[in-house]
């Protein structure tokens, strides 16, 4: 039976942007994100051959972690009420959070993906953390992806991948130190110390009278079908969410080699922007959502090492592409429309005044879940935007002398919100290896085969692109086998 809140030291309240991603799960359109590696065994020694064993390999690097992360440490109670808190747990029972798989070939990984996408938190369960760490051995080559899998509330991407990034660390330190870490024990104590402050906490997010007007008027006061014949018609999928279908997310993947991602990484380099946004034609405006991390735009900055929850998210709306589009033209509008978002004191003051609004939700029991399922139906196609992108960046990065576990490549996947975009790009870089996965729900559309083309799509686009100077979306059509468009 779990524990009820009351026999839960109390952390602190949840905050709004945190309770943001906590009614997401909650209201059942949100479930969870999944950030790891896959590591190659160097020198002589040998894999774990059973779930005892993973344990006590990963039990000294975990305790360290959470202790060091007292966001590992929480759960959330009350987590339906107008004032959901953190709780911390006693300790945390590594045999409830650990699970093995396998597969054939690294790009079955999709398919673990899926499987965890599929698996919520049962956030009123007060017996295992808000978290889960997933071992999964790759019978081709004899590497294994070691998956971290947490619900938003307790982190964002960033703070995922650090995670991710301190536990091959710490695996390493536990293997080459000439006194291993005594404790091999399941049951690991959590941390007592106070989670780092919210977003709220360190900054001003208060809306200005306009931004709150705006908002208000446009997503509150006007009838659905005003609010929708105001905005700009956007594509987001061929079938319209519905939250009451089933929330099925499907997972496609895409790891370029070492030499494709030097080209890429060094063609945007030389065009001075990025290579993600490569959409294909479509006779509709496209609307793509960019997730940006908040930590260097407030002051003091946020430490690198907090986990906590300090992400937004600009729109870039009304994006046409047709036949003649230049996609490095098109790179450059999206790439300066992210610019004015996160490097001018007005777009910076924007986003966080975004997150401000949160404020003027209601406070009452179920309140925010409510809001969020009756939000879909104002929205074209019952979605906010087309494209969703997430971009962690390069990380993982390990000496150049022999390490015991040696990252091979980053994985980085999120549940496809059901009332998000169609598409969710996350990308990651390690070992020089970019990868990048899509997901989407599977009620999007009559098939998948339309949306597993996409990535296929995007490597030979962002190919072709890095290799011609003037590079058009008719040039992108003329080369491709058959002639059709992704979206």
């Not at 992360?69 to 759960?75: F, M």
């Not at 291993?180 to 919210?198: D, K, M, V, Y």
């Not at 999007?444 to 190919?463: N, P, Q, S, Y």
Request: aromatic share 8%; proline share 5%; with cysteine.
């Amino acid at each position: 039976m779990s524990q009820e809140k009351n026999e839960l030291p109390l952390v602190r309240p949840v905050a709004n942007l945190e309770r943001y991603m906590l009614a997401q799960g909650n209201a059942d359109i949100y479930y969870n994100v999944v950030i790891g590696t896959r590591l190659q065994l160097q020198s002589n020694l040998r894999w774990p051959q059973d779930k005892g064993q993973w344990i006590a390999l990963l039990s000294p690097a975990l305790s360290w972690l959470v202790q060091q992360r007292p966001a590992l440490s929480v759960v959330i109670g009350e987590h339906l009420s107008a004032h959901p808190t953190f709780r911390r747990l006693p300790h945390i029972d590594l045999n409830k959070i650990i699970r093995l798989d396998s597969i054939q070939h690294p790009e079955d990984i999709a398919k673990v993906m899926e499987a965890e996408h599929a698996q919520s938190f049962n956030i009123a369960h007060h017996e295992v953390p808000l978290w889960r760490i997933i071992v999964v051995h790759v019978k081709q080559d004899d590497t294994y992806y070691l998956l971290y899998n947490f619900q938003h509330s307790i982190s964002d991407g960033r703070s995922g991948m650090m995670f991710s990034e301190l536990l091959v660390e710490r695996l390493n330190h536990e293997i080459n130190s000439p006194t291993p870490a005594a404790t091999n024990l399941a049951i690991i104590p959590t941390s007592n110390e106070p989670l780092p402050p919210s977003l709220e906490q360190r900054t001003d997010c208060r809306p200005s009278i306009t931004t709150l007007i705006k908002e208000l008027s446009m997503h509150h006061l006007l009838p659905e079908h005003l609010k929708r014949m105001l905005e700009s018609k956007y594509w987001a999928g061929d079938i319209d969410a519905s939250v009451k279908a089933p929330h099925e997310t499907l997972v496609s993947y895409l790891a370029l080699t070492q030499e494709e991602t030097k080209t890429i990484v060094a063609a945007a380099k030389a065009h001075k922007t990025s290579t993600l946004a490569n959409p294909s034609t479509t006779k509709d405006k496209l609307s793509i959502s960019t997730a940006v991390a908040l930590r260097n735009m407030i002051s003091p900055p946020i430490d690198k090492y907090d986990q906590g929850v300090y992400v937004s998210g600009p729109v870039t709306k009304d994006i046409r592409i047709e036949l003649h589009t230049s996609f490095w033209s098109l790179s450059h509008m999206y790439g300066a429309s992210i610019v004015q978002a996160t490097q001018t004191t007005k777009g910076r003051k924007l986003l966080l005044e975004h997150l401000g609004l949160l404020e003027y939700l209601p406070k009452t029991q179920g309140s925010w879940e409510e809001y969020m399922v009756g939000q879909f139906k104002k929205l074209q196609h019952g979605r906010e935007t087309t494209v969703s992108f997430s971009n962690l960046g390069k990380a993982w990065d390990q000496p150049q002398d022999e390490v015991g576990f040696k990252v091979l490549d980053p994985v980085f996947s999120q549940f496809a919100c059901t009332t998000s975009s169609a598409f969710t790009f996350s990308a990651a870089t390690a070992n020089n290896t970019l990868v990048v996965t899509n997901t989407w729900q599977k009620s999007t559309f009559a098939t998948r085969e339309k949306a597993d083309k996409v990535l296929v799509e995007m490597r030979r686009i962002m190919l072709e692109a890095a290799a011609k100077e003037d590079y058009t979306f008719y040039d992108s059509l003329a080369s491709s086998s058959a002639i059709t468009t992704c979206l």
